[in-house]
C-alpha cells in the first residue's frame, strides 16, 4: 500500500489537491490525511473489490485523529464497486477504510479536495 498527496498547482486551481492511497487489499486501513476541512470532496473508488468488499470513511476533528464514520443524511459514505461520490461532510482528518474483501482485492482511492483561499 502506497500513499500519496499531490497539490494541483496551475495557476488556476489554487487550493486544490489530491490525495491518493493505492493497493488497499481486504480488511485495510488507510493512513490519517489532513482534509483541511475543505469546502469540496469527491472521492474515487477504483480497482478490484473481490469477493463482498466495500471502502468506508473515516474522519476527525481531533488531533491525534479518533476514528468517527463519515456519513452523509446518517448513512456512511460507502462504496461497494468502482465510481465517483461526494462527500458534504467537512472534518480535519479522513481516511479509507476497506471492509471485508478477499486476497484478489486490491483498491485505489483518490480523494479531491479544494477550499476558498482567503
Not at 34 to 50: K, T
Request: charged share 15%; glycine share 14%.
Amino acid at each position: 500500500m502506497s500513499q500519496e498527496i499531490e497539490s494541483i498547482v496551475d495557476g488556476s486551481s489554487p487550493g486544490v489537491y489530491i490525495i491518493h492511497w493505492s493497493g488497499l487489499g481486504a480488511n485495510q486501513v488507510g493512513g490519517w490525511r489532513h482534509a483541511y476541512l475543505a469546502e469540496n470532496l469527491s472521492a474515487q473508488v477504483s480497482g478490484g473489490f473481490g469477493a463482498g468488499a466495500q471502502v468506508v470513511f473515516e474522519g476527525s476533528n481531533c488531533t491525534p485523529p479518533r476514528a468517527s464514520p463519515v456519513k452523509e443524511g446518517g448513512t456512511p459514505v460507502a462504496f461497494f464497486d468502482e465510481g465517483i461520490r461526494s462527500i458534504n461532510t467537512r472534518m480535519f482528518w479522513i481516511r479509507p477504510v476497506v471492509i471485508g474483501g478477499d486476497p484478489s482485492t486490491k483498491l485505489d482511492v483518490d480523494l479531491f479536495l479544494s477550499h476558498r483561499l482567503r
